[in-house]
Nanobody, 118 residues
Framework: QVQLVESGGGLVQPGGSLSLSCAASGFVFSLWTMAWYRQPPGKERELVATISRDAGSIYYADYVKGRFTISRDNAKDMVTLQMKSLKAEDTAVYYC???????????WGQGTQVTVSS
C-alpha cells in the first residue's frame, strides 16, 4: 500500500522539543520531494517545511525558521521534523505529505497531534 505514517507527537511544555517521524512505503521515496504540514485547531492546514529528493533544497515557513529542522533518510524511507523552542501556537495536528505536483499524486499521512502547553 502507498502510504505515509507519522509518529512522535505528544504533549510538550513551551520551550521544549519534540521530534516527528514519517515512514513512507509503496513508492520510490528517493524520487519525491517531501513536506510537513500542520493544522491548528479550527484552522486550515499550513505548510511547515519541504525537502527535495536529495535534500539539496529545503524550505521553512517563516514562523518555524531557526526552530524546526526537516531531514530525510532515503535509505530508510523516512522524513523527520525536529522541533525545538516550541510555542503554544505550534499546537496542531502535524501531517507528512508527498506533494503530487498537480498530477493527482498527492499523498497524506494520518497526522500526529502535537500539543504545547504548561
Amino acid at each position: 500500500q502507498v502510504q505515509l505514517v507519522e509518529s512522535g507527537g505528544g504533549l510538550v511544555q513551551p520551550g521544549g522539543s519534540l521530534s516527528l517521524s514519517c515512514a513512507a512505503s509503496g513508492f520510490v521515496f528517493s524520487l519525491w520531494t517531501m513536506a510537513w504540514y500542520r493544522q491548528p485547531p479550527g484552522k486550515e492546514r499550513e505548510l511547515v517545511a519541504t525537502i527535495s529528493r536529495d535534500a539539496g533544497s529545503i524550505y521553512y515557513a517563516d514562523y518555524v525558521k531557526g526552530r524546526f529542522t526537516i531531514s530525510r533518510d532515503n535509505a530508510k524511507d523516512m522524513v523527520t521534523l525536529q522541533m525545538k523552542s516550541l510555542k503554544a501556537e505550534d499546537t496542531a495536528v502535524y501531517y507528512c505529505n508527498r506533494p503530487g505536483a498537480g498530477y493527482g499524486r498527492d499523498l497524506w499521512g494520518q497526522g500526529t497531534q502535537v500539543t504545547v502547553s504548561s
